[in-house]
T-cell receptor, first 116, second 114 residues
Framework: EADIYQTPRYLVIGTGKKITLECSQT?????MYWYQQDPGMELHLIHY???????EKGDLSSESTVSRIRTEHFPLTLESARPSHTSQYLC???????????????FGPGTRLLVL | DAKTTQPNSMESNEEEPVHLPCNHS???????IHWYRQLPSQGPEYVIH???SNVNNRMASLAIAEDRKSSTLILHRATLRDAAVYYC???????????????FGTGTRLQVTL
């Protein structure tokens, strides 16, 4: 059973507010990820991290930023929320599966964000 | 990354086997085939993966064609809890220093009925 947590689960907020979505994992995984998913649509990678002090942008451009100061935490921040940021944000972490570095990603339950 | 093609949706009766197909005609020799599923209102979860040989685990079986251009995820006895979107994903042999990015397509939405 994977131990990866996201808070809040649901967030309704007004335009222009600064928000931080929390993600934490207790498995000691080095690699962590943020995905964005609109209802009924594909997941898109927006940020990832190899380890502490390492962050990279993903395949989908995002106005959000991330930080990785501690192995366990990978928070995502929006400096000024807009209605276009309304979506579900999913955090994941991964571990090695042995031969050839194939990995399993473990996902958190997600944060559903609604910006009014 | 090579692309996968899956049917948009499938239906199954409870307690019956389900075969979820995936085509990946441009797969390369170093691509692994991964399957994840996403239950309603949850994040995706790993199901199974394989390279060339068929694979079994407690959740499912993965049958890989001899030419590797297609694969089939097999749920031996579908239950209502198996209703989810199933994603077939190709992942390259991991390269040192890179992240293990997963590229999700639209997947197959499996409906299970009584």
């Amino acid at each position: 059973e994977a131990d990866i947590y996201q808070t809040p689960r649901y967030l309704v907020i007004g335009t222009g507010k600064k928000i931080t979505l929390e993600c934490s994992q207790t498995m000691g995984h080095d690699k962590m990820y943020w995905y964005q998913q609109d209802p009924g649509m594909e997941l898109h990678l927006i940020h990832y991290s190899y380890g502490v002090n390492s962050t990279e942008k993903g395949d989908l451009s995002s106005e959000s930023t991330v930080s990785r100061i501690r192995t366990e935490h990978f928070p995502l921040t929006l400096e000024s929320a807009r209605p276009s940021h309304t979506s579900q944000y999913l955090c994941a972490s991964s571990e090695y599966m042995g031969a050839r570095g194939q990995e399993t990603q473990y996902f958190g339950p997600g944060t559903r964000l609604l910006v009014l | 990354d090579a692309k996968t093609t899956q049917p948009n949706s499938m239906e199954s009766n409870e307690e019956e086997p389900v075969h979820l197909p995936c085509n990946h005609s441009t797969i390369s020799g170093t691509d692994y085939i991964h399957w994840y599923r996403q239950l309603p209102s949850q994040g995706p979860e790993y199901v199974i993966h394989g390279l060339t040989s068929n694979v079994n685990n407690r959740m499912a079986s993965l049958a890989i064609a001899e030419d590797r251009k297609s694969s089939t995820l097999i749920l031996h006895r579908a239950t209502l809890r198996d209703a989810a979107v199933y994603y077939c994903i190709l992942r390259r042999f991991w390269v040192t220093g890179t992240a293990s990015k997963l590229t999700f397509g639209t997947g197959t939405r499996l409906q299970v009925t009584l």
